[in-house]
């Protein structure tokens, strides 16, 4: 079983920027991969960024260049580093764990452990 605890969120004008963290606990077979979600009010839960435990790290298009996702594998905590934040990236964020392609397709149903959620409020 593994435990995920995000933390980190908040609320920050436009332009901001917010690091989330999130801690595993637990035993994560070799292999196995972190990623983020994110789901705005209204909308479907989507991956937004993701990395394995060789540091291969993928991300959406739309944050490309404003999101960094960090992996620190000695404490099995992962990071999200978001920057130039814009108020479309109002959502609630969720770490997860997963087999290596979750990280790679960024698929929810590639899925096993889900963090609680943080919330993440940019204004305009």
């Known amino acids: 079983q593994v435990r995920l605890m995000e933390s980190g969120g908040g609320s920050v004008q436009t332009g901001g920027s917010l690091r989330l963290s999130c801690a595993a606990s637990?035993?994560?077979?070799?292999?196995?991969?972190m990623a983020w979600f994110r789901q705005a009010p209204g909308e479907e839960r989507e991956g937004i960024a993701g990395?394995?435990?060789?540091?291969?790290?993928r991300y959406v298009d739309s944050v490309k260049g404003r999101y960094t996702i960090s992996l620190d594998i000695a404490t099995n905590t992962q990071y999200l580093q978001m920057n130039s934040l814009k108020p479309e990236d109002t959502a609630m964020y969720y770490c997860?764990?997963?087999?290596?392609?979750?990280?790679?397709?960024?698929?929810?149903?590639?899925?096993?452990?889900w963090g609680q959620g943080t919330q993440v409020t940019v204004s305009s």
């Open positions: 990395i394995n435990f060789d540091g291969d790290a």
């Open positions: 997860a764990v997963g087999p290596r392609p979750m990280a790679e397709l960024l698929r929810t149903r590639d899925v096993l452990y």
């Open positions: 637990g035993y994560i077979p070799s292999g196995y991969a």
